[in-house]
């Protein structure tokens, strides 16, 4: 980007900032679904689940795959804004300004990472409360934050798609139920070795699985091996796939 583009950039995230400190609800919103789940499963849950962990720390075993399912809860409220501003005519009269045309959509997506941070800071902070424990230490902790921002710019670009192309409110956020459902098809909430052979199959070989055993390691301070660079692949190629597409669909769709 340009220093031009940058500041572009920066006025209109500083926009759709004000809309989202004039409407909290959203990040609110994005925290309490995996909050419940929390509680539903430490709680209820929890007892009977075998992960092979000490007993009482089924919270360190599933709070990684909380953090994901807080995030695509965050994403569908970028592709329901993104939706909004495209059918309210403001793209048109962004485009006879001389501004950066990419820095709209950057505006959106920065706005999602700082409005899901909020959130998973608050999701952090309740697993705390229900005992949640870490043997990270900075530079683990710094690892995480660096996979959940990845992981959250790949599905925000992700979310812009539909964000841009949905004919209607409910099809431009609809999209975040497959990504919310898919940790619970993973490691995240149970081993792999307690499913049916297809299912494990699935849950091994699909991201959110090398993603969640990573962060599991670091929070732990074990050793996390090769499992993070099949994370990284996962997390990098979704993200630039993602951005392309993006791209390409916006330009098509000022032109």
């Known amino acids: 980007m340009t220093a031009h583009a940058i500041g572009d950039t920066a006025v209109l995230t500083g926009r759709s900032l004000r809309h989202i400190l ?40 599933m709070l990684p795959g909380i953090l994901l399912i807080t995030i695509a809860s965050g994403i569908a409220y970028t592709a329901y804004r993104l939706f909004l501003d495209l059918k309210s005519g403001i793209f048109e009269r962004f485009q006879s300004l001389p501004i950066s045309r990419s820095g709209v959509l950057w505006a959106h ?10 959130s998973l800071a608050i ?18 902790w710094l690892a995480v934050a660096g996979m959940l921002m990845l992981f959250t710019l ?24 497959p990504l919310i459902f898919l940790p619970f098809i993973s490691s995240a909430f149970v081993p792999t070795e307690s499913m049916p052979g297809p299912v494990q199959w699935f849950a091994e070989n699909q991201p959110v699985t090398s993603i969640v055993d990573s962060m599991r390691a670091l929070f732990a301070g074990q050793p996390v091996g ?30």
Do not use: C, H, N, Q
């Open 154 to 177: 790949a599905l925000t670009w992700l979310a812009v798609i539909p964000g841009l192309t949905a004919k209607t409110v409910d099809g431009a956020s609809a999209f975040s139920y």
């Open 226 to 255: 090769g499992e993070i660079w099949v994370a990284m692949a996962w997390l990098v190629g979704i993200l630039v796939v993602a951005y392309v597409a993006s791209m390409a669909i916006y330009r098509r769709r000022i032109r």
């Open 22 to 61: 004039r409407s909290p609800d959203t990040i609110i919103t994005t925290a309490v679904t995996p909050i419940a789940l929390m509680l539903l499963f430490v709680y209820v849950f929890g007892g009977a689940i075998d992960t092979g962990a000490a007993k009482g720390s089924y919270i360190d075993y």
């Open 123 to 140: 999701v952090v902070g309740v697993a705390l409360l229900m005992g949640f424990r870490t043997g990270a230490g900075i530079g683990g």
């Open 109 to 118: 997506v920065l706005t999602s990472l700082v409005s899901i941070v909020i």
